[in-house]
């Protein structure tokens, strides 16, 4: 029971980590350093997950992804493709929970930089793209890290969104939170502990392996 | 070619809703322009716009001969299309690259390494290249700034308060550099400062700002003069050191043509220097005086008499104008009157050299 579960959760979270701190890092930049209209209204719009309790963002979810949603019911028509219950409807959970917290971070890093920095570099004739990847990106590269920690473990540790979206079949979506969650219904109490040790073990190993990398130059 | 060509005004409003307005008026040719002014009258809010940082609501910018803004021709260039170099207070380096990638970042053309190491070397940075900005002094940074401003080809190059943070011996090395970069460079640069002394020390052109506008704008030495004084009524002047008498204690600095000696300097002779004079230093005289301790006897006539809180200011033409206080009972006892020869008698201590 632990080892399946602990391969489907290290592969969703680490797969929604990777489009999470993409997404999430382009967000930041553009609501740091952006100038443009609505730009308030989309900050609120990509903070809506934080504030949502995850059951409830499950359920939006469902509504919009659903086989008979607004989106999946096309694309269940298109391609035959469905969403629910699959090991895709765990990533798309945990990415959606996940996101605010990266877009945070990175906001907070790119807003930290000093502005001369990315003046200096416009005047010496670099363009926003440049800039981006070659001061930005690397300047605001611990916080980003410490974003991405943060996605992990929120990713890694999902539970509500998951199990409406995803459901909880053992061997298929059935992650670490939801096997724990069963072990206890079932009075399973030993494999439960066990679990929950691996997720703690996983998560801490996790924000070590990550620091590192945020503290090279 | 012409230097800066600057006409436009703007208005920066701040969080307290007390909006502040720039009207830049002014045209400069090769060399350096100092831009001075007290903090608030609008040096850096200058320079940012020229950067294109911030855009005036109208006018032209032009520097170099080539139009940067023109709010009726609706001409605004980003700034990495303005092609202007930029030296930051505190160099603005980016601090996870070592001082040669930093350099390199800003390199243009085929030949950019022999570029970076060229200017790194002319900076005096070439033995130190692979140190990142955190291992460098404050000095240090300022130099591989400035080559990093240059690599870039830049066709003008900006200063803002770059000597700020340093002390007074990096400033006097780093001037002198600005001053040998200003000769090979062949552009026109623009440095602001707050710092007088610094100002008189670089500019071929100094322009006064005051509460946004330009007060006061030509040859730095006419603009002291115009000036007058400092705000004590110091006088402010620029010498150059002509020799130094190591034996008998005093280096002579030559005024517009006049010789005077002060105190020994430990600078190099050929340079120029600004000193400083007390209004209250001189002792006025309307006869030629007998010998006495002072090392300075200078002649002049007066030009202006003017009343001063409780004493009066009489400035004389030495040709330099040097202003010096009085009481109004030397003036009814000497019989001072405007156009009057009088002799001014300087000891050598107090010429205090500034810079």
């Known amino acids: 029971m632990a080892w399946p579960a602990l391969k489907l959760s290290l592969s969703v979270a680490l797969v929604a980590t990777v489009f999470v701190v993409l997404s999430g890092t382009a967000f930041g930049w553009l609501l740091a350093r952006g100038r443009f209209r609505g730009r308030e209204f989309l900050d609120s719009v990509l903070m809506l997950p934080l504030v949502l309790p995850p059951t409830v963002t499950g359920y939006y979810l469902i509504v919009l992804l659903g086989r008979r949603g607004l989106l999946g019911a096309p694309l269940h028509d298109l391609t035959g493709w469905s969403i629910p219950f699959s090991w895709s409807a765990c990533v798309i959970a945990a990415v959606v929970v996940a996101h605010p917290l990266m877009v945070r971070a990175a906001r907070g890093a790119f807003e930290a930089i000093d502005a001369r920095q990315l003046l200096a570099a416009a005047s010496l004739g670099h363009g926003s793209g440049s800039i981006f990847l070659r001061i930005a990106v690397p300047l605001a590269r611990r916080g980003l890290a410490a974003g991405a920690v943060l996605s992990f473990a929120r990713a890694i540790g999902e539970f509500g969104a998951t199990l409406l979206l995803a459901g909880n079949i053992a061997g298929r979506t059935q992650t670490l939170p939801l096997a724990i969650y069963e072990a206890l219904q079932m009075g399973d109490d030993r494999a439960a502990l066990v679990l929950s040790l691996v997720l703690t073990a996983v998560s801490l190993a996790a924000m070590a392996g990550i620091f590192r990398l945020g503290r090279k130059r | ?355």
């Open chain 2, 1 to 355: 070619m012409s230097g800066f060509v600057v006409d436009f005004s703007l208005t920066r409003r701040s969080t307290d809703s007390t909006g502040f307005r720039l009207e830049a008026r002014l045209e400069t040719h090769e060399g350096i322009t100092v831009v001075s002014g007290p903090s608030g009258a609008g040096k850096s809010t200058l320079l940012l716009a020229i950067l294109g940082a911030l855009r005036p609501e109208r006018g032209r910018i032009a520097v170099a001969d080539r139009t940067l803004f023109d709010s009726t021709n609706g001409i605004d260039l980003p700034v990495r299309d303005r092609r202007l170099g930029m030296v930051f207070q505190e160099g603005a380096l980016f601090p996870h690259m070592n001082a040669l990638q930093n350099v390199l970042f800003a390199a243009r053309g085929d030949d950019r390494q022999a570029l970076a190491h060229r200017l790194l070397d002319q900076v005096g940075a070439g033995s130190w290249h692979e140190r990142y900005p955190r291992e460098l002094s404050g000095g240090q940074r300022q130099r591989v700034a400035f080559a990093r401003a240059l690599a870039a080809r830049p066709r003008a190059l900006l200063l803002d308060e770059p000597f700020s943070a340093l002390d007074r011996s990096a400033r006097a090395r780093l001037a002198d550099l600005l001053l040998e970069l200003r000769g090979e460079a062949g552009i026109p640069f623009l440095h602001v400062t707050h710092d007088l002394a610094e100002a008189l020390q670089l500019a071929d052109r100094l322009i006064l700002l005051d509460a946004g506008r330009v007060a006061a704008a030509g040859d730095a030495g006419d603009v002291l003069a115009a000036m007058g004084s400092g705000p004590a009524h110091d006088n402010l002047f620029l010498a150059d050191v002509a020799r130094h008498h190591a034996d008998a204690g005093y280096t002579e600095i030559v005024v517009r043509g006049v010789s005077l000696y002060c105190g020994l300097l430990e600078r190099e002779c050929g340079g120029r220097a600004v000193f400083s004079l007390g209004s209250r230093e001189p002792l006025l005289a309307v006869a030629p005086p007998g010998p006495t301790s002072a090392r300075n006897v200078v002649e002049g006539t007066i030009r202006s008499i003017e009343a001063h809180g409780s004493g009066v200011l009489v400035v004389v033409e030495t040709p330099h104008p040097l202003s010096v206080s009085v009481t109004p009972s030397a003036v009814a006892e000497l019989d001072l009157t405007v156009g009057r020869h009088v002799y001014l008698l300087i000891k050598a201590a107090a010429l205090r050299c500034l810079t």
